[in-house]
């Protein structure tokens, strides 16, 4: 139930503030736990946090925001960690001025959005939810030929895709594009960890990739730089993917190059709002995938998220934090 916590073990007060993303009733909480007196909410509003966490001493969160604020109204947080990778929803500089340590998990979701990556960019390519959709409208059995498509499949073989930043997703991707006979260019402040891996600044890359997809963190330098004067440049035949942050794009320039067809699709599994505003420009746009943020969410991943999330705890407890950010 929204709003719901559970207490379990005893010792530091843990404060989980949005539990239910990672654990919707089949994930367990058991390995954070074991640590301390754990209470977990479901979904907190900003106007429930102080409530909630007065008396935590570690505090768990995902999505929920923590500005300074909020950080100064809890004297007796002593650590905070988020349950994800990204962890723009903390100020951390606060927390620091505060002497409280940030913990992240930076990798656990890893195969999955890279796994999640290619399904978006093959239902561009080949379209197989469409065509089961027609087939199941009838339109196999009222074709006059042995086959037919809407859309002829894109061979993937002997393109180009562009990587903007190469962490560990990044370079999952390219590793299955590699398996996929694609050619793979990488550009981003981590992209000298490449290797042999073509570099390229960003303006090139846009222009000479057949598909460009976005792994990079968002950081206030990067916010929206997916503008219209990058998205111009590309081929009309290309397409944009986009598994790593909303933020990362400017969504109407995304909407116009879509509709004027600068490019030939695009497909999204993030938004700059979550959930996605009723009136975002994305709505409606041609030729356009949006997944509800759920790539990073195999049981497998969640489960590795609680589990490194409890060796933060652990280790601070310990003394000695590990996966600090800021």
């Known amino acids: 139930m929204p709003g719901s916590s559970r207490r379990l073990g005893s010792r530091v007060r843990i404060v989980v503030l949005d539990g239910y993303t990672v654990n919707p009733g089949d994930n367990s909480w058991e390995p954070v736990a074991r640590l301390g007196e754990l209470a977990v909410f479901d979904r907190t509003r900003l106007d429930q946090i102080v409530a909630r966490a007065r008396d935590a001493e570690i505090l768990l969160t995902n999505k929920t925001r923590l500005d300074a604020a909020t950080l100064t109204a809890l004297p007796a947080l ?84 562009g990587i903007v930043g190469l962490g560990r997703i990044g370079r999952r991707v390219a590793d299955i594009a590699r398996a996929f006979a694609m050619n793979v260019t990488v550009s981003g402040e981590d992209s000298a960890r490449g290797g042999e891996v073509a570099r390229r600044p960003l303006p090139r890359l846009f222009s000479e990739s057949d598909v460009v997809s976005l792994h990079c963190p968002l950081t206030a330098k990067n916010a929206r730089f997916v503008n219209r004067d990058l998205l111009r440049r590309m081929k009309p035949s290309a397409f944009f993917l986009n598994t790593a942050r909303g933020g990362l794009v400017d969504e109407a320039a995304l909407r116009e190059a879509l509709d004027c067809g600068w490019l030939a699709g695009a497909a999204l599994d993030v938004g700059s709002t979550e959930p996605l505003d009723p009136r975002s420009p994305l709505l409606g746009a041609r030729n356009l995938l949006l997944t509800p943020h759920m790539a990073w969410a195999s049981l497998p991943a969640r489960r590795r998220l609680v589990e490194v999330t409890a060796r933060n705890v652990e280790a601070f407890l310990g003394g000695a934090p590990i996966n600090a950010v800021g």
């Open 78 to 161: 002593r650590f905070v960690s988020v349950l994800a990778t990204g962890y723009d929803v903390v100020d951390v500089a606060a927390a620091r001025a505060r002497g409280i340590p940030v913990s992240n998990v930076p990798e656990y979701g890893t195969d999955s959005v890279a796994q999640h990556t290619f399904a978006l960019l093959l239902e561009l390519a080949n379209h197989p939810a469409e065509h089961a959709a027609a087939v199941a409208a009838g339109e196999w059995s009222r074709s006059a030929d042995f086959c037919f498509w809407r859309a002829a499949p894109v061979e993937l073989a002997g393109r180009t895709i």
